[in-house]
């Protein structure tokens, strides 16, 4: 051994997303090429390297890593250092070790890559069909990880022992899947399974394929195991089979999406931007909401896939198996997640065959195991200003958080709202959004949301020593909060709705230390601080403090979670005191409904100054909706009929219903104009347009009359692309503004805005050089209070 006093070794430790991204096989084959001895290895904290070198070799290595690291990785943190010296003869990877409890990123699943894919259509390949291929760029990563690091042996691929070649290919620096925790192939891989209503009718992958493309012909529904769970499948040109699927789904009208075999397809049937092709090719492969074509009734069924809707959910095949079927059967198909109604996304083999057949007529299993389920993410892109869009945030982008600088050190638990649930999980300084979980009014969600945060407990072998939840009594979130909190010992504080949503695009936006912002929260429900429903709030912040400013006036709010669901409702109750209401509104209700729902306004000690029920409000009035089949489709449909009248006559119009009266946003007045237009019989086209952007207006003058120029939005209702698109064309000039970047508006940021709210309070305490003893007293009543 040679003299280890005239060595010199450094040690590198990267933290971030580096695991499940080929940062091991990189930085050894970049060793090699630079004649540099050492080791590499994933560790609980992250990615270590240690290696002989003298100090400018070191240095160059040193910045060569990190400024050609791997495409999918994000380095977070990272130092080099002289340690004590050590000789090495050679370059290694060597084995996983875990310092402690965990502390990295997680890695999202990828969607398969071009060299995959060109191998899985290679005939000779060793690989040639094989509908699981994988490699140290793409394939399942969160979705089948269940502890740390990211090595083969913590994840479900542990049950499949590489056959020879495999174990070949894994050990040669030479070979693309060097190191590539998911090799398998159809010697020692992942099986399918094909099962009927009575018994398993098939094993052998490429028989099943088959099959799976004779029964789309056949106008079959299929349930398919995929990356986060099991899709439903059946042809997109099927009329009588969609029809089926809605019913069996209990789905009568929200739209389907559609996976088509490739990017020619999907033009064929809608338009196409850049940035929509882009984000459809991208290792997140989501599902992109696109304008479809007219006249395509001979590709698609339209009309039974997104009904009176002219946005189509469009994705490309993201996994082999996808490809492999939408490759051979050469036409689009329908594909949503398979569950019935609002329950969560069906991912484990024995939970589909018991409950899956309810919906399909073949479910096609396979032995690798999911630990953590996903839905396909969604987003969408505004027509003029090109602005992205998150509606759903899952597959691809979920769970890690990398845009925020946490100032605690605690370990924290956001538990998020009710809809569109999500969690915030804070550990170490690492922040992670959990995928979106879907409704938690459901027995069936709370159980998969409990279940997903149980482990992440267990994945980073840590407890939450603070939880934030919504203030809302009765949403699940606040009562697992408190049950989780009391079985813990732990204290629970609660946070408002809205402060959530401001503070979560506050933080997207590095607006924390910005002073005078406008925060504009506009959703359909939101507990209030007065015990009223919240929903069409302006907030001032200013020296981290959060002040309600404003709101749209009050109206009854009644009959529970009925009026949410009936825009009827909200048509009642926003037009109290209307007289002229009352003949566009009686048929709206059965007689006995009429004389027992009308003395109600007045008697109803709730009030809302929801602009969401105000938008279920117009779309009753235009008769476009008086019951909704789903959660916001009222409002789509509102958005629908605005885009179609500035799609005809341009995105100008002069005209806006006045809203403001001497006591600020007048709901009453608001309306009394829109029913006289009504009455009138004035365009719902029209109407539509003109309420859309007198709402946009309505913004202008409260930034105008309070003198800010920084104005940001928060809550569902600015999913709506046409509302977007007016606030750029008419404020943008004027005024800065500020929308979600990487989180959706809806209610799954509310979980991430607690913990930015808590984090960003706590910051400031101590910036107010508070001692440690007075801040742990203080800390939870001045939360509650901020």
């Known amino acids: 051994?040679?003299?280890e006093k005239n060595i010199n070794t450094f040690h590198i430790h990267i933290c971030g997303l580096v695991q499940g991204v080929g940062f091991r096989p990189f930085v050894y084959k970049l060793a090699?090429?630079?004649?540099?001895?050492?080791?590499?290895?994933?560790?609980?904290?992250?990615?270590?390297?240690?290696?002989?070198?003298?100090?400018?070799?070191?240095?160059?290595?040193?910045?060569?890593?990190?400024?050609?690291?791997?495409?999918?990785?994000?380095i977070t943190n990272h130092k080099m250092t002289p340690v004590q010296a050590?000789?090495?003869?050679?370059?290694?990877?060597?084995q996983s070790k875990t310092y402690g409890q965990p502390d990295l990123m997680l890695t999202p699943d990828f969607a398969m890559c071009e060299e995959c894919k060109k191998e899985l259509w290679e005939t000779g390949n060793r690989r040639f069909v094989y509908p699981f291929i994988t490699c140290t760029n793409c394939g399942p990563r969160y979705s089948i990880t269940d502890s740390l690091p990211y090595d083969r042996e913590n994840t479900t691929m542990r049950f499949f022992a590489m056959c020879d070649t495999c174990n070949e290919e894994y050990s040669d620096v030479d070979k693309r899947r060097y190191y590539s925790q998911t090799n398998s192939c159809s010697d020692c891989g992942i099986a399918m399974s094909m099962f009927d209503t009575r018994n398993e009718i098939a094993h052998d992958n490429a028989v099943i394929i088959g099959k799976i493309i004779d029964a789309l012909y056949s106008g079959k529904i299929l349930a398919v195991k995929g990356i986060g769970g099991y899709l439903l499948l059946c042809d997109a040109n099927n009329e009588q089979t969609i029809r089926l699927m809605r019913q069996r789904k209990h789905r009568p009208t929200k739209p389907f999406a559609v996976m088509f075999p490739d990017i020619k397809a999907i033009r064929e049937v809608a338009f196409v931007r850049e940035e929509e092709a882009k984000a459809l090719h991208s290792v997140v492969a989501p599902i992109i909401l696109l304008f479809a074509k007219k006249n395509i009734d001979d590709k698609i069924c339209t009309k039974e896939i997104i009904p009176r809707l002219s946005r189509l959910g469009a994705m490309l095949?993201?996994?082999?198996?996808?490809?492999?079927?939408?490759?051979?059967?050469?036409?689009?198909?329908?594909?949503?997640?398979?569950?019935?109604?609002?329950?969560?996304?069906?991912?484990?083999?024995?939970?589909?065959?018991?409950?899956?057949?309810s919906v399909a007529d073949f479910i096609i299993t396979n032995d690798r195991e999911i630990v953590v389920p996903q839905d396909d993410s969604v987003m969408q892109f505004t027509k003029m200003s090109r602005q992205k869009i998150i509606i759903r945030r899952s597959r691809g982008l979920a769970p890690s958080w990398f845009n925020y600088d946490c100032q605690n050190d605690k370990t924290i638990l956001a538990t998020g709202a009710l809809l569109k649930s999500t969690f915030t999980f804070v550990n170490r300084k690492n922040v992670y959004v959990s995928q979106y979980l879907g409704s938690t009014e459901s027995y069936d969600a709370q159980c998969a949301y409990t279940k997903t945060v149980d482990h992440y407990f267990r994945l980073f072998d840590q407890l939450p020593a603070m939880i934030l939840t919504d203030s809302h009594p009765r949403y699940f979130s606040n009562q697992f909060a408190k049950k989780t909190g009391s079985d813990f010992n732990v204290d629970v504080v609660e946070i408002q709705h809205h402060h959530a949503h401001f503070a979560a695009v506050l933080a997207e936006n590095n607006l924390l230390c910005t002073p005078s912002v406008l925060g504009v929260v506009w959703d359909g429900t939101g507990f209030g601080d007065d015990g009223n429903i919240w929903g069409g709030e302006f907030f001032i912040y200013d020296n981290n403090c959060?002040?309600?400013?404003?709101?749209?006036?009050?109206?009854?709010?009644?009959?529970?979670?009925?009026?949410p669901r009936e825009p009827r409702i909200s048509a009642l109750t926003t037009c109290t005191d209307i007289p002229a209401a009352a003949d566009l509104l009686r048929n709206k209700f059965t007689p006995a409904e009429w004389q027992l729902y009308r003395p109600m306004r007045g008697q109803s000690a709730l009030k809302c100054s929801s602009v969401g029920r105000i938008f279920d409000a117009v779309a009753s009035l235009l008769n476009l909706s008086d019951r909704q089949s789903y959660?916001?489709?009222?409002?789509?449909?509102?958005?629908?009929?605005?885009?179609?009248?500035?799609?005809?006559?341009?995105?100008?119009?002069?005209?806006c219903y006045p809203a403001e009266d001497d006591n600020g946003i007048s709901t009453k007045l608001l309306m009394e104009q829109i029913v006289n237009d009504v009455c009138q019989n004035k365009s719902p086209e029209f109407i539509a347009a003109k309420f859309h952007f007198s709402l946009v207006q309505i913004i202008k003058n409260m930034a105008n009359r309070i003198a800010i120029k920084k104005i940001a939005f928060s809550g569902g209702v600015f999913v709506n692309t046409v509302l977007v698109d007016l606030l750029q064309m008419y404020l943008g000039r004027d005024f800065e503004l500020f929308f979600h970047k990487e989180l959706s508006p809806n209610d799954e940021n509310v979980s991430f805005g607690q913990f930015v709210y808590y984090d960003n309070k706590i910051k400031s305490i101590k910036d107010n050089t508070v001692t440690k003893m007075e801040?742990?007293?203080?800390?939870?009543?001045?939360?509650?209070?901020?």
């Open 546 to 563: 959060m002040q309600r400013s404003a709101h749209f006036s009050y109206f009854p709010f009644m009959l529970g979670d009925k009026m």
């Open 86 to 94: 050590h000789y090495f003869d050679s370059f290694k990877i060597v």
């Open 1 to 3: 051994m040679k003299n």
């Open 631 to 655: 959660e916001g489709e009222a409002a789509m449909l509102l958005q629908e009929l605005a885009f179609k009248y500035f799609e005809q006559h341009g995105w100008i119009i002069d005209e």
């Open 317 to 357: 095949p993201y996994t082999p198996l996808y490809d492999l079927v939408l490759s051979a059967f050469k036409r689009p198909i329908v594909a949503t997640s398979a569950n019935i109604s609002d329950s969560p996304i069906v991912y484990e083999n024995e939970d589909a065959l018991r409950s899956l057949f």
């Open 32 to 74: 090699n090429q630079a004649h540099i001895n050492g080791w590499v290895n994933n560790a609980s904290d992250g990615l270590h390297v240690e290696f002989n070198a003298d100090k400018l070799t070191a240095q160059k290595f040193y910045a060569e890593i990190i400024h050609q690291a791997p495409a999918l990785s994000k």
């Open 775 to 786: 801040l742990h007293k203080r800390e939870a009543e001045e939360i509650i209070n901020y």
